[in-house]
Each structure stands twice: as C-alpha cells, then as structure tokens.
C-alpha cells in the first residue's frame, strides 16, 4: 500500500505533540517533549516544518523529524541530520508506515546534501535503511573513595545551577563550548534551553565573579552530560566541587584526548559505550577530520591503504607526520566492504582487529582507527 507523506506546519503543532507524546509514554515513561527537548518542539512554522507523518482518516497514524544542524570537527563545518520522534500509533503497527517514512528520510537527507545523519534506536532496526552503530563516547565513575584518596586541584570556586536565563552568560558558556575539537553549531539564544534538555540542570562556575566554566548534570546529580571548562585544572576542581555522596557518571567525547587520559587518573572505572546510529555520505572530509583530530593527541603510523565501499566507490588514505590525507580515488582494491561493515570498522568502538580479520595491508587500521565520532547527549533528537 503506498502512503502520502505529509510535511506538517504550525497548525499541526497540538495534534504532532499530543501523538508522540502518547506514544512514547505508552512505550516507557511518561514522556513531555517541549518540556524535555524546549529547543526542538515549538509552534513555530520553522520548528514544524521539521515533521513528516502519514495520517489515516485525518489524523496522524506515524511520525518522524528531521532536525537539522551543523557539527564542527577540527574546524571544518558539515550538515548533519538528526533523526528524531520516530512513532507509530499502536494500532497501525505492522502496516509499513515507518518504513515508508524511515525510506523517505533516508532519501531526502541524501538528496539535501547532509555529510551526516544519525538516530537513536535498535540497531537492527535502522541497519535496513543504511544505519549503523558505531562511534563512541567514554562514560567515567567517580565515587567517595577517589574523592578521599585523590588530590584534586584547588580553585576558589562557586558552583551554582542556572535558575533563568542570563544571555550574556550563555555568550560565554558558549564560547567555551566552541573551544572543544567536535562540537555543534548552537545559537546563543538556544543555549540555555540546550544544556536543559533531556531533563537537565546547568550549572555554572566563578571563580571571582569570572565565569570559567560549565557542566550539565540529571536532577539526581548522578550523571553529568557536558563539563567544560577554561582548562582541564579547573573541569577537576568542579568535579570536587560538584560532587555529594553516592557516585556520578561523567560523559566524555572520545575526541577529548587529553582530558581522558588525565581524568582516568581520579576515577573508579571508564567504560566505552557506542554512541548512535550513523550513516555517512561525505566519507573523505569525514574521515580526514577526524583522523586530524586524532593525529594532534596520538602518535599514528604513517603510510597508504586504499579500500572500497560498496556503493560509495573507492578512497585512498594518507597519513604522513605532518598530514593527513583522504581522497576518493578511481582504482578498484581487492579490499571492500560494505558501509555498515566500514562504518564499525572506522568508528568503532571496538578496533578493526575486532571488526574483521585484517589483512597485511590493513592492519595499519589498527593505528588509525577508530576514529573519535561521537555527539553529546544534549544535541541530541
């Protein structure tokens, strides 16, 4: 059966909200989206606009956005799509109308000219429309023992959690958070509302009336999602500052190298978690972004390899101490993969060792890869 496809307005905003807040409740708990996610969901055309349901008899019977933005990787700007809200009504399962949308999406996000796309979801679910889970973020534990039995750095600091929006605040919160290797394109006036998504809280650091960094933490003060600061020195002394009893989990970007391996040194355990779902349509400014960020924090063997994927054709790699090269290329290679294969290949979180049996004139994919693609969990969809 073929279905139409509707792109909704304004208008729309009462019934698209009631629908997926219905559903998503009715999976899991009790779900709010302006309240959780206040820079996606408004009754704004542009915000709106964003959404593509099927409807039966008039009403909305599934649902998916797309939500756009822009990622930065070693300061290289590239279109990303976020997939989000993807629902169907209980009783319309079974009728393919999600995989009428999640087809559609697919398409329209290629024929945009988006670089990136990812979703959250099953992995299975979303492998039959080109998805793959792969990339990786390092989640640390700091217990009462390491505050006892570390030496944290001492600053003269007060931690407070924003009540209200302060805009030249978020002017400064956001420069710092521009400071990181990957980051995402946010507007100052959306600051705010970012660091609260999710059911959030932010909290701000002063030392001295100078505002010097940040962190976003759950209600519990049991998991923190983003801890910038001016240095490292001081996202350690908020930490101390920040932390009560029990254990909080920290949220770090496996682009954030010097951080990781000094923070290991204060905390219980780090644990590697993947990340989302990814499909990748710029393959060589992807990979020689982030291979760049990479190169700048860790010793990579220099050398070639040339590789195909199937459907995307065939890319030369280049690794030197001074550069980092990736080029689409014209000679086939006996060695091909499929995107979803390449995609866990390249971006992990396992090593490609763990992926496949690397041939001789792979194995310098043991160097390079995986490579640090990961997103917080505040920009997300």
């Known amino acids: 059966m073929e279905y139409e496809i509707i792109r909704l307005s304004s208008k729309d905003y009462s019934e698209a909200i009631d629908f997926i807040n219905m559903v998503f409740s009715m999976n899991c708990c009790p779900h709010n989206f302006p309240e959780m996610l206040p820079?996606?969901?408004?009754?704004?055309?542009?915000?709106?606009?964003?959404?593509?349901?099927?409807?039966?008899?008039?009403?909305?019977?599934?649902?998916?956005?797309?939500?756009?933005?822009?990622?930065?990787?070693?300061?290289?700007?590239?279109?990303?799509?976020?997939?989000?809200?993807?629902?169907?009504?209980?009783?319309?399962?079974?009728?393919?109308?999600?995989?009428?949308?999640?087809?559609?999406?697919?398409?329209?996000?290629?024929?945009?000219?988006y670089s990136i796309a990812y979703l959250e979801g099953l992995r299975n679910r979303y492998l039959y429309f080109g998805y793959e889970k792969c990339g990786y973020k390092m989640v640390f534990k700091l217990n009462k023992s390491n505050i006892k039995h570390n030496e944290f750095p001492q600053r003269d600091l007060i931690l407070e959690k924003q009540i209200k929006e302060d805009y030249e605040i978020m002017v400064e919160l956001n420069n710092l958070y521009k400071k990181q290797p990957i980051y995402f394109k946010r507007e100052n006036k959306d600051f705010f509302d970012i660091c609260r998504s999710w059911n959030n809280n932010l909290?701000?650091?002063?030392?001295?009336?100078?505002?010097?960094?940040y962190l976003v933490a759950d209600n519990k003060r049991e998991k923190i999602t983003e801890l910038i600061a001016m240095d490292n020195e001081y996202r350690l002394a908020m930490l101390?500052?920040?932390?009560?009893?029990?254990?909080?989990?920290?949220?770090?970007?496996?682009?954030?190298?010097?951080?990781?391996?000094?923070?290991?040194?204060?905390?219980?355990?780090?644990?590697?978690?993947?990340?989302?779902?990814?499909?990748?349509?710029?393959?060589?400014?992807?990979?020689?972004?982030?291979?760049?960020?990479?190169?700048?924090?860790?010793?990579?063997?220099?050398?070639?390899?040339?590789?195909?994927?199937?459907?995307?054709?065939?890319?030369?790699?280049?690794?030197?101490t001074k550069k980092v090269m990736c080029e689409s290329i014209d000679?086939?290679?006996?060695?091909?993969?499929?995107?979803?294969?390449?995609?866990?290949?390249?971006?992990?979180?396992?090593?490609?060792?763990?992926?496949?049996?690397?041939?001789?004139?792979?194995?310098?994919?043991?160097?390079w890869f995986p490579l640090p693609l990961c997103i917080g969990i505040q920009d997300g969809a």
């Open 39 to 113: 820079v996606l969901y408004k009754p704004t055309e542009e915000h709106m606009k964003c959404h593509y349901v099927i409807k039966e008899e008039g009403k909305i019977k599934a649902l998916l956005g797309i939500y756009p933005a822009e990622i930065v990787i070693n300061e290289n700007i590239f279109r990303m799509a976020r997939i989000g809200a993807v629902s169907t009504h209980p009783n319309s399962q079974g009728k393919n109308m999600m995989k009428t949308l999640m087809e559609f999406a697919t398409e329209k996000v290629k024929q945009d000219g």
């Open 203 to 213: 909290y701000v650091a002063r030392e001295k009336d100078k505002v010097v960094g």
């Open 240 to 320: 101390n500052e920040f932390y009560k009893e029990g254990s909080v989990k920290i949220d770090v970007s496996s682009a954030d190298y010097k951080f990781i391996r000094k923070l290991g040194n204060y905390t219980e355990e780090v644990n590697i978690q993947d990340s989302h779902n990814w499909q990748i349509f710029d393959w060589k400014n992807i990979i020689k972004a982030l291979l760049e960020i990479k190169q700048k924090s860790c010793r990579l063997i220099s050398g070639e390899s040339i590789f195909k994927i199937k459907g995307m054709g065939s890319f030369k790699i280049s690794v030197t």
């Open 331 to 367: 000679t086939c290679s006996i060695n091909e993969f499929s995107s979803s294969e390449f995609l866990r290949i390249a971006f992990g979180p396992l090593p490609p060792s763990l992926i496949i049996d690397l041939p001789e004139e792979l194995k310098i994919f043991e160097s």
